[in-house]
């Protein structure tokens, strides 16, 4: 049978009571949200109970969204082959493939969030999802735009996220939508994964430097190169390269199924990547665990594809 993907998504899945159910109901759980308590304070609290205003301060989104796909994975208790992550889901997938602890995890992305915040003023930067655009016009349009504006995610045919100076994305939308396709200025605080992250990729680079990695247990394909790491090094320097560069995930998920991938199984709050992976590969299974809900399915799935 085919190979089985753990996918984890990123920040803008993040919801008030995400991970609660699954605290409720598993130790395996509990114990995650435990272990992220001790190393940041409340996450628990905050993933339950909010207030949203704070979840979605990108410093404590990010290492909330880890806590709540490792609490998932952990209730699961299946195994992969091979792993993913989007954007700040690649920490949660490096979890799971063993490449770093979770307490490291969780206090590296709250550091990264708060890094990025740092590196451009609110209301300097934006981004904006470009619906029924093809890639080469968005990048043909970016490019002719004065300022900073770039493609910065390419997350399934026909959905593209740009991002940079706010004018210039503005700029760069309207004259997209003169290319028939559809702007949509998202509700985020900075440029994620634009060159303008380049102060927070320096600083990053430090923490990251400093922390321990380990070879993971199975290959890992990292959103910077749409290709898959066995080393720690080199999950460490995708890591670093993340913050300022395009994530590539239509092109990751379609190396994997070219790589054998035929079941995806997104752990963690929401299910945009099980939507995405749905229009890249069609043809691939697909399961989401987003609660106890979900674990029964999810379990029969893998278990159908270990033959």
Not at 10 to 35: I, L
Not at 200 to 209: I, M, P, Q, S
Request: glycine letters at 8%; aromatic letters at 6%; one cysteine or more.
């Amino acid at each position: 049978m085919g190979k089985v993907a753990f996918v984890f998504p990123g920040q803008g899945s993040q919801k008030v009571g995400m991970g609660k159910a699954a605290y409720d109901a598993f130790e395996a759980s509990r114990a995650v949200f435990a272990a992220a308590d001790a190393a940041l304070g409340d996450v628990s609290k905050l993933c339950f109970e909010g207030p949203e205003d704070q979840l979605t301060l990108t410093a404590n989104t990010q290492p909330a969204l880890v806590t709540t796909s490792i609490a998932l994975l952990r209730a699961l208790d299946a195994t992969c082959d091979v792993a993913a992550g989007h954007s700040l889901g690649e920490y949660a997938a490096h979890v799971a493939a063993g490449t770093l602890a979770f307490e490291d995890a969780v206090r590296l992305v709250r550091k990264r969030g708060g890094y990025m915040q740092d590196a451009v003023p609110v209301g300097v930067g934006a981004m904006a999802a470009i619906l029924k655009a093809e890639r080469a016009i968005v990048e043909e349009v970016c490019a002719a735009t004065p300022g900073v504006v770039e493609p910065v995610n390419f997350n399934a045919p026909g959905q593209i996220v740009i991002a940079g100076e706010a004018e210039a994305v503005a700029a760069a939308s309207s004259a997209l939508e003169a290319h028939k396709a559809r702007a949509m200025k998202l509700p985020v605080s900075a440029p994620f994964h634009s060159s303008l992250m380049r102060p927070a990729e320096e600083r990053l680079a430090v923490d990251l430097a400093a922390a321990t990695f380990a070879d993971p247990s199975f290959p890992v394909y990292v959103n910077v190169d749409a290709a898959p790491v066995t080393t720690g090094e080199a999950a460490r320097d995708a890591l670093v390269r993340q913050v300022s560069r395009a994530v590539h995930w239509d092109e990751s998920i379609a190396r994997m199924v070219a790589d054998g991938v035929t079941l995806f199984v997104e752990i963690g709050q929401g299910a945009a990547l099980t939507g995405m992976i749905k229009r890249i590969a069609p043809e691939a299974a697909r399961a989401n665990v987003q609660g106890p809900g979900d674990l029964e399915a999810a379990r029969a799935a893998i278990a159908n594809h270990r033959g």
